[in-house]
Every structure is written in structure tokens, then in C-alpha cells.
């Protein structure tokens, strides 16, 4: 301990033999000196410049010191199971001189929360992630797939870079009328926000369609935005973009006063999660929910037409399950489906294993090549298949193309990838009507 501004070298002590009582048998057991040197606390000989102070600089990021070596955050981390990451690691580094701001490893946490949830110290990678990458993003050190991500969301409102006057045009492959409220102005009791990859991606659009479908069944009143509607920006504000978010709240939040709806609801569970803790924080309050959380509770009233005679396991979305605690609302959907039988992966719920996609992820697959022995979605998908389930069941817009991609490469393609709604939407149809 520091006793007048300086430290005491603490005195090692090392007996040739000691004897300790057994706790088990209490008999007493001769230790040797090299082990009974072991209790003494051992003393930190090589450090660094101090990256710490750094980071203690900016707002969010000085937790990473707190961190005491305890190691529980490894295992858990996705990262390290295909490489070399955990937040114990990354204080290490910290420590012995690595500068976090141009180090690779700033861009690998995917920001699953794993560690922090069994963090004795609360290290929050959450917080420190986005605050040392905005730092990093102000010097221009950005993975350069990030950067034109970054571009194209402040350019045209997605991140895909899509058009959009392209926003609705999923709605004409639905079957069922959508209103579309820029052109069909009134209340509506559900706004649905619908996020990037359901509006653009082909898979998403399938999935969109399918929602649309069963909420017209279930006689929900609903609507969209069209061409008015902006990403809610939660992996930008992840990645180092907060500047960027904050002008999306700006935009979103203009957008929505325009309009009378009693609740939001949404298939993506990082736009669920930044109108859920982001918005509030900058004054803005709406009453949201997930896709499932709205449809979980009506699914005495569906009407299936036919049972999907299937072996399924779920993927828990880390923004919709360890972020914000809902676990069962997509698993009572599952269990609704006739025919379809639910099996669990052994990382699940809590513990579920991250797809690789959050905080950035989804788009620097080709720079975390160089870091990682395969992609967090392939080692996810291995587990769904050794599962022995036929279909992967996903209830966030990113990771259908994640795992389908994921299922190729691994020699899985057996294994089907399916959003929740397709699998209701399938069994809610006739037989012939697929
Ligand atoms: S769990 Fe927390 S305290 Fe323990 S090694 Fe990891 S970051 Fe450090
Ligand atoms: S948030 Fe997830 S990916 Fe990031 S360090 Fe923690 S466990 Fe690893």
C-alpha cells in the first residue's frame, strides 16, 4: 500500500517447508518453498506508459483499470473462443503499453455484454468500447468498411446505402395493403419501425413481408414510415459514431412527433435497445417493444393451418437478451408453432453466444479476419447444428444473412435459417401456399 506517497516493495517470504491443515481431512500437509512463496502477493515489475490515464480521459472508458485479474471474463468472452480477447487481456495490454486507440483489438469486442455480466468489478466493455473508438474515430484511426458504413448511414439514413425512396418497396411483395403513413396520415395504434435490413436486404424483406402478413391476420393496426424513416443508429453510436447518432435522434425524433401512435415495435433489437436506453437519455420516451413482444401475447388468436414438422433451436439476439432480459417472448412463439419442436443450444439465454454482428461487428467481418481463426456466426452455427436441429430460428434483421452465409461456409447448408414471423407465416398458411 502507499504509505507516504510511496510504495513499500512488500517482503518476500519463503520458508523451506510450511505445514497447512488439510480443510477437507485436517491432517497436515507439507508445503515446499517454491509453493508457499505463492502467498505472497506478487508484485507487478513491468508496465507501460500509462494508457489508463487516457482513458480515464474520456467519458465512460476508465472502468478498464478497475479490472483485478480475476479471469471470469475470458471463457466467456465469443472473441476469445476463436482468438485472443477478453477484456482481462485487453487490461493487460493496457497495462504493459499498448495504446487501446490504435490497437486492432479496439475493434474486435462486439459489445455482447457476456463479460460485464460476470464481471466482479464492472468492467463495462459496453461503455468503454464505444467511448475509446469515438476517440479513435476523431484521430481518423477507422477500419476503412467502418468508415464507408459511416458514410453511407450519414449520407442516406441506412447503412446500407440504400435510396430512401427504396424504404417501402418491400411492401408490394406482402400480398396484404400496408399503410404507408407519409401518404396515409392518422392515428395508428403501432408504428412499426421497420430498420434497415428488413426494408433492403432480399432476406429481410421476406421477413417483413411475413410480418406484415400475420399482423394484418391478427387484425393489428399498424403503419409505416416509407421514405421518412431513418436508422435509429445504436451499432453506429458502438462503433465510435455518437456524433452521428445524436444527429439521427435529432431526425428520428422529428420525424415521429409528425405522427399519432400509441407504441413502437420493431424486429431489431439494437434499434429496440437505443429507443429503449439511448432516446430516453436525450428526453425522448416512447413506449416500445420488440416484434415478439407484441405478438407473443396474441398467439391463442392466430389460426395455424398446419404444423411444420421440424427440429428448431433459437439464437437469443444479445440486444434483445442480455441487453434488455427477454428471453421468453420468442421462445412462446416457437412453442406456438405446431409440429415444431424447441432445442436448446448449450450457450443459450444468458449465456447466449454472440452471432458476431453487434457494435460494429456487421460490418467488419473482413478485418476481423486477420484476428480470428472464423467468424463468431460459423462457430455459432456449429453449435446449432451439433444442436440437431433442421432450422436455426433468428429473431434480429442482422443475422439471418449472417448465418446463412455462416451455415455455407461451415459445410452446414442442410441447416435452414429462418426469422421467427417465416416460420409463424408458413404455419399460418395453406399447404400448398408455401
Ligand atoms: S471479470 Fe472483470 S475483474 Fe475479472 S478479469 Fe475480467 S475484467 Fe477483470
Ligand atoms: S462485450 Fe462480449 S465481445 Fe466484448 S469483451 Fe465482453 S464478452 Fe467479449
Redesign the pocket.
Known sequence: MPIGGRKVPPKAVEKESVAVSSTISGREVELSGMWNRMFEPRVLTETGPDGFARLAELDGAASLEW???????VPVCPVDSVGEYG??KL?RKVQTGTNLLTDPDLWLCTTCMN?LR????E?DMIQIMPAAREAAVGEGNVPSELQDVFEKTFRYGNALGENPRRRAQWTRGAGVPVRILPSEPGPVDVLFYVEDYWSYHPRGQQAAQAFARIATALGIDWGILGHEEKTLGDSQRLAGEKGLFDALVEDVTATLAKYEFTRIVTPDPHGFNALVKEYPKRGHHFDVLHYTQLLSPLVDRIEWKRPLDAKVTFHDPCYLGRHNGEYDAPRTLLRAIPGLELVEMGRCRENGYCCGGGGGGMWLDGFTRDYTSERLSERRVREAADSGADILAVCCPYEVSRFEDAAKSTGNAHLQVRDIVELMDEAMRDGGDS
Open positions: 479490472c483485478y485479474g480475476c479471469g471470469k471474463c477484456p482481462r487490461h463479460c460476470v464481471c466482479p468489478k468492467v
